[in-house]
């Protein structure tokens, strides 16, 4: 809700397991007088696997105090070999969502973002097309249009690239009908969520709503993920299905393959605010 | 449940649509006095598409007039060149199940069967293994164990449908794990159920629990379909999903794979029990 | 969607059960040329009960035959002492929205009205608060501020009552926080469509969030409903639920809330816009 | 699942919040080179709030281990005043199971339990009634047949009493149709489990199938709790539903009815077993 907690962080880790590591992050974190209030820990092998935790914890002093666990925190973290990162609530996140002419997953995120549902900075949205531009800046928030044709991608991401420099922290592609080439793709590693339609069982490829239709499914579905290089194969972050019927006729489906997206990727972009995830290889850990 | 009314009839239909198909059938049924209680009708395009018609109808001295309206429906039934079947609820449809080792999606049959919620006989169940045998025989039903192998699976089946002969109207599969020949398949068409596992997005080939696993699904699911001469092709009847998460090893991926699976197949027998199912190109009309 | 087939025709029937409805019915339609292309009917009981029916149908020559049709129906209607309805695909609905200050209903129905999901004329927005005026002039929709007090609530809903005659045809109470006198619920008799929360267990009375989390319940639902004299207690059209933990604080069970309201009364309305919905006693049959 | 790994403790905590609990005690379980697989914490309210805390943690040489953690973890349970409890792998919990006459939910926890799903013992199955008895028999399960009437009710519990003494951990009411005196409940607090129906809204009273169905519900839901004096509004465990129409019949409601209770319940159960879950006040955390 709006009502964030000013002098509470969350600490996430992951590291290969081994003894010590919880015992270690939790003298120290008592060390600084930090009082947790929820903590998630989860191994893969208890043998060898991997170790992932998240913690939430109050500060008193805050300021002063966070810093000194941010720069005190990587003797821990390097005797453990952690990747880990640190959140403070007086940064919120900036989130860039991208978006092309359908404006279901954009309104979704628009109108939870305006009901305090999502403690994030919207920077900017940026679209190949100019359609949504007026909804967009009816909401104060800046839209650019950098449409991008085959011959001119190379120029046209770098021209996104350098508008999003700095700007932002994560992006996320709300029906972006364009696929972003790798050297984009790793200026923001497990930074870009995006979502797409997905069935039981698969129609991959052309058309898939109307071969669904052929085939009488019963489930419709959309499917969260961070975008790695392999297409629409990145980790999953969350999913939904909605019943549907023979009646539905292919733009029916469509339209329930909408609402399921809209809930599946608003829910993904929240956890991705209020730090839920950890990915280990082609997985999240949703906390 | 188990009081079946035993004056009420189902009359389904298909044929091209065309004018007047309600009509004259409706004034069919007004001739025998025939009280309509429940009835569904979908076309799939007013021009040129196909017509579905369910009837549920009660009639007074039932057995005469069943009989008539058997014998007579023809004269309708050849002018809008019908696909049609009239089902009598004094004749119960006669089941057979199909299971190898797995006992989840038998037993929930069983129970259900037990319980009255399925109107129907359990004719046999015939095994490729003995594990199942004394389970089912204390249900007081035929167990009949057929061992396939590669190399004499044309004398196994053609073993199987002797004993199937004349005794049952469709088929279960209840987790057999053999492949059954087209030669087989075309003696039941859309009269063999079968049950597969299902993921968005879909992990084709071996394994698919563990590839599930580690690209971190979030739903598991399972597909009830009618089995054609394309492995897990036919027509879906019923699809169902659970939620999960990182949390779940592969054994209890698959442990969620067969609740999803029990509830899937069991809906999708009943909706068969029932004729509730009308099968059109790879695409079921469930009423 | 959008793409409202304006040759297609809604019929709609209630009355006592009895032999020869559906003949008479659709012999009544093929006289006219009329196409069924889809057709719903139930029966409470055979023996004395209430009969229902839907029935879609094409014609050509719209604008002539629907006149004649809606003129003529009466003898049959008359012989079956039948409540009947037709509804005419040029003539939209049209619909007053009611709402207070929470905008999480409002917003999800100019969505799917923007969207062409609902085939519906929104004809004006009704509010005892100014708050969403410039959201909902937005839109290009006219807005009224009413406000209401208990000492003036006789007046205010005449004031709202001369504002919507003859303009509207049914009425959604989108989180209007305002109890209709019977007076005014007895002018739009199943045709004003509400939303509230609903708990499993009931929560009656004040703060039901906050006993639902003291109870620390797993799921959070809403319920739409046609408005009747008795408070929250008129026919069910829909109702969803949310799964919810012990996570959840008071504050985010409202915000499940919200969600399950707005995908509850969202399908309720597009249901009532596609006369989907025939309402008996207490209860409805949504075909 | 079946294979449960005979080094793994789990280990239950809560108390008030203070700062330093999780830090003692993940020193603690260091000291004794505990390696923590999965953890989870929650804390109601940093300030005066209460903790509870869930850890699963391998040992070596596990006997002399666990054995050690057992008698020295009061010195530091003491310091916080904690109530805790720690669950041996060795030790499987032995469940007793109270029916009556309706053997579903009984029936979904036999198969649970055959197929390896339920790592807990059955001591025995009470009833009221001999119905289930030779089905019971047939798993092998000693049967006890105690039949209760108002006037020996007293006497009836205390012969329950005398047969579970001892022999049990908890007890699951799968629709066990006596509701148990205060004193016997004061003998198993937070360990009996129980399941009924739920309806949003809520039908207090009797026949509540009838009322749902004739207030035409669209979802039909059960729920576990734990039994408390307050008749069936003890801490919730778990809740299911089910969509249902207006096509069901008060029997049908009965039957998906059941079908939620069979879900709802064994999930509780199995949560149960496992360790997952803290009662505090009237509410559950299920980790």
Redesign the interface.
């Known amino acids: 809700?709006s009502?964030v907690n000013l002098n509470r962080a969350k600490l996430l880790i992951s590291c290969k397991?081994q003894?010590?590591?919880?015992?270690a992050t939790?003298?120290f974190?008592?060390k600084y007088?930090?009082?947790?209030?929820?903590?998630?820990?989860?191994?893969t092998d208890?043998k060898g696997g991997m170790f992932f935790m998240r913690i939430e914890f109050?500060l008193e002093e805050f300021e002063t105090t966070y810093k000194l666990i941010e720069s005190e925190f990587n003797s821990i973290a390097s005797k453990f070999e952690m990747y880990w990162r640190l959140s403070d609530p007086n940064k919120r996140k900036r989130m860039a969502i991208f978006v092309s002419k359908d404006?279901?997953c954009l309104?979704e995120l628009l109108?939870r973002y305006k009901?305090g549902?999502l403690t994030v900075d919207i920077s900017m949205i940026i679209s190949n097309h100019k359609d949504l531009q007026s909804l967009v800046e009816?909401y104060g928030i800046p839209f650019y249009w950098i449409p991008v044709t085959s011959s001119t991608k190379k120029d046209d991401e770098q021209k996104i690239l350098s508008i999003l420099k700095d700007n932002i922290d994560f992006i996320v592609l709300a029906r972006y009908m364009q696929i972003l080439s790798p050297q984009f793709v790793a200026v923001y590693p497990d930074r870009i969520i995006n979502i797409h339609h997905?069935?039981?069982?698969?129609f991959?490829g052309a058309n898939p709503y109307k071969r669904a239709f052929?085939?009488?499914?019963?489930?419709i579905?959309a499917?969260a993920h961070y975008v790695t290089n392999d297409l629409?194969?990145g980790?999953?972050?969350?999913?939904e299905?909605l019943?549907v019927?023979?009646?539905y006729?292919t733009?029916?489906l469509k339209?329930a393959g909408?609402h399921a997206e809209r809930i599946a990727l608003a829910r993904a972009v929240s956890w991705h605010i209020d730090d839920k995830i950890l990915v280990y290889?082609?997985?999240?850990?949703?906390f």
Do not use: C
Not at 19 to 23: F, K, L, N, S, T
Not at 214 to 219: S, Y
Not at 235 to 239: A, G, L, N, V
Not at 281 to 286: A, D, E, Q, Y
């Open positions: 809700m009502s397991d003894p010590g590591i919880v015992a939790s003298d974190l008592l007088r930090a009082n947790i209030v929820q903590s998630d820990q989860y191994t208890p109050d404006d279901h309104m109108w009901a549902e009816s997905s069935f039981l069982p698969a991959i052929e085939r009488g499914v019963k489930l579905g499917t629409d194969e980790p999953i972050i969350e999913q299905v019943r019927n023979h009646r006729s733009e029916q339209v909408r290889k082609n997985k999240t850990i949703v």
